[in-house]
């Protein structure tokens, strides 16, 4: 019984091959996501609690315009450090099972984290002050809940330029490989 489970759902996977990277993809964000709202609640809460209130005040930031609470920005950029290393690894091999160049991919993904990151910080720190702006109950500061429903927004945003760039650009599949398994498919 437990074989033809197996044989079925194998078969499954091989039918519908694309939606089940997906799926494996939205896993690996998942996990991923866990890992880093756990890192960003320790630093923001604990680490970098002294420094709420205060704000960040530094070049890269005022040129991109963010005018964030310090606690808030240094924890998430912690937090997404540690969130995209688990991403990356979890994609490569278990997602897209990619045998492309290792340095090349590191150094797309990267390019891509950056960029995310970036944008991602503008966006906590955009919510962030319309929150503590418009909401007279949050005296001042973010709160856990606040910081949850942020934290949410900002992490699945980025979704919709991260697969795309991850499945078709970043973890590809060497042709060789490809091409023997289109073959072991047919020879089936």
Request: hydrophobic residues 55%.
């Amino acid at each position: 019984m437990a074989e033809m489970k197996n044989g079925a759902f194998k078969q499954w996977t091989e039918k519908h091959a694309e939606f089940w990277k997906f799926i494996k993809f939205s896993f690996a964000g998942v996990s991923s996501f866990i890992v880093q709202y756990i890192v960003d609640i320790f630093f923001h809460f604990v680490v970098f609690r002294s420094l709420a209130g205060h704000t960040v005040d530094n070049a890269v930031f005022r040129f991109l315009g963010i005018d964030s609470q310090m606690d808030a920005a240094y924890a998430y950029f912690i937090a997404a450090a540690v969130g995209y290393a688990v991403s990356f690894i979890m994609n490569r091999k278990v997602t897209f099972d990619a045998d492309s160049g290792l340095t090349s991919s590191l150094i797309m993904y990267i390019v891509m984290v950056v960029a995310t990151v970036f944008i991602a910080a503008w966006m906590k720190a955009f919510f962030t002050d319309f929150a503590v702006n418009h909401f007279a109950s949050l005296n001042g500061k973010t709160n856990a809940l606040a910081d949850a429903i942020i934290f949410i927004l900002v992490t699945t945003i980025p979704f919709l330029w991260t697969y795309p760039l991850q499945r078709f650009v970043i973890h590809r599949k060497s042709n060789k490989k490809e091409e023997s398994e289109e073959k072991e498919e047919a020879a089936e």
